[in-house]
Nanobody, 125 residues
Framework: VQLQASGGGLVQAGGSLRLSCVAS????????LGWFRQAPGKEREFVAA????????VYSDSVKGRFTISKDSAKSTVYLQMNSLEPEDTAVYFC???????????????????WGQGTLVTVSS
């Protein structure tokens, strides 16, 4: 599976961005797809994830209510709509994929097998 993330950029606090991640796979049935982020000097942290089949979603507490993860099955693409951005959201955002993942494991980066290259989001105050 190859993942191509895009959509990062520079935005002012309070603004919005939408990240996209195109997955190249024969099928995404049963996969979990997630967004993670890593700020300078910090560990990679979970942001949001969904199960491709069924559409269950999970969010980190820090983004709940501000970010929305969604998918377009026809385009094999998962999106991360980010609203009310804060300077603390500044990070490189990565998309990741894992086949046959269970919902309770969606937020654990170590379980993911495939990672995209990352896209930088910078939120200015």
């Amino acid at each position: 599976v190859q993942l191509q993330a895009s959509g990062g950029g520079l935005v002012q606090a309070g603004g919005s961005l939408r990240l996209s991640c195109v997955a190249s796979a024969r099928t995404l049935t049963g996969y979990g797809l997630g967004w993670f982020r890593q700020a300078p000097g910090k560990e990679r942290e979970f942001v949001a994830a969904l199960k491709w089949s069924g559409g269950a979603t999970v969010y980190s507490d820090s983004v709940k209510g501000r970010f929305t993860i969604s998918k377009d099955s026809a385009k094999s693409t998962v999106y991360l709509q980010m609203n009310s951005l804060e300077p603390e959201d500044t990070a490189v955002y990565f998309c990741a994929a894992k086949p046959r993942i269970i919902t309770s494991s969606l937020g654990v980066p170590a379980y993911y097998d495939y990672w995209g290259q990352g896209t930088l989001v910078t939120v200015s105050s």
